[in-house]
């Protein structure tokens, strides 16, 4: 099996989990939708939906359309990070320090990088 196959699959795992966590612990994802998004429960919900959905169609015909959706949909996921941070609120029970945040934004970073590695060199059938 080739890289990019092997980097699809774990990416499509990594946020396959993350959507089902919306579903697990809904009120920590209440917490983090930030306060000038209304419907908290629906909007993170419909998160949890998407990255379970989207992710699924780099399986497809569809790839580099399912890739594009999946790094707009990052950069939107971010913002709810970026409220926690700016806000300094907790993700859960626990506060991140500003080199904690920072990680988590660099994690984002990658998570868009790989998206586009998937997209600009995904297998062939």
Do not use: C
Not at 49 to 72: Q, V
Not at 104 to 123: A, E, P, S, V
Request: charged share 10%.
């Amino acid at each position: 099996m080739d890289l990019i196959k092997i980097i699809t699959y774990a990416y499509i795992a990594f946020f396959i989990y993350a959507g089902i966590n919306h579903f697990r612990y809904p009120s920590f994802y209440d917490n983090i939708v930030p306060s000038y998004i209304p419907f908290p429960n629906f909007t993170h919900k419909l998160s949890g939906i998407l990255e379970i959905i989207i992710p699924l169609f780099l399986l497809t015909k569809y790839r580099s359309t399912a890739a594009l959706f999946m790094i707009i949909f990052i950069v939107l996921l971010y913002l709810g990070n970026l409220h926690v941070w700016l806000n300094n609120l907790p993700y859960g029970k626990n506060y991140f320090s500003n080199f904690q945040h920072t990680i988590r934004l660099f994690l984002q970073i990658l998570l868009i990088y790989l998206t586009y590695i998937i997209y600009k060199y995904g297998w062939k059938k």
